[in-house]
């Protein structure tokens, strides 16, 4: 059972299923929401349990965020075409067991880093 939470403690997340795609994503939008790169792994919807004030922002006509109206903290990413939702590995309280598949975005990546861990790259 993965466990997670915001920064105030207003919403929680769980599930039972064992979490797919575990990436870094560059995109501007996740650098402007995050502050940085934004690390999620995903599970179909009907495995995760939302518990909280989930404030969904739409981001795009293919997306939407979810994050804390109260503290900030994005927790989210949900196609609005797709059974499952991303979810901030940051969020997870205690150790996650998860490894980190692939870089995603990276044609649009902060000019401030590299990426040198030879993981898969997809512009």
Same mark, same amino acid.
């Given at each position: 059972?993965?466990? /997670? $939470?915001?920064?105030?403690?207003? @919403?929680?997340?769980? =599930? %039972?299923?064992?979490?797919? &795609?575990? *990436?870094?994503?560059?995109? $501007?939008?996740? +650098?402007?929401?995050? /502050? #940085?790169?934004?690390?999620?792994?995903?599970?179909?919807?009907?495995?995760?349990?939302?518990? /909280?004030?989930? *404030?969904?922002?739409?981001?795009?006509?293919?997306?939407?965020? &979810?994050?804390?109206?109260?503290? #900030? $903290?994005?927790?989210?990413?949900?196609?609005?075409? %797709?059974? =499952?939702? *991303?979810?901030?590995?940051?969020?997870?309280? /205690?150790? *996650? #067991?998860?490894? @980190?598949?692939?870089? @995603?975005?990276?044609?649009?990546?902060?000019?401030?880093?590299?990426?040198?861990?030879?993981?898969?790259? +997809?512009?």
């Amino acid at each position: 059972m993965l466990k /997670g $939470s915001c920064l105030c403690g207003d @919403i929680h997340f769980e =599930t %039972e299923a064992q979490p797919q &795609g575990a *990436s870094m994503c560059h995109c $501007s939008q996740c +650098r402007k929401q995050s /502050g #940085g790169i934004w690390a999620s792994a995903y599970v179909k919807d009907s495995d995760l349990t939302i518990t /909280g004030p989930v *404030s969904w922002y739409e981001t795009s006509p293919q997306a939407k965020r &979810g994050s804390c109206p109260r503290c #900030g $903290s994005f927790l989210f990413w949900k196609a609005h075409d %797709e059974d =499952t939702t *991303s979810f901030a590995l940051g969020a997870i309280d /205690g150790a *996650s #067991g998860l490894k @980190i598949e692939k870089h @995603i975005f990276t044609a649009s990546k902060g000019d401030f880093y590299d990426i040198a861990d030879g993981l898969p790259q +997809r512009d």
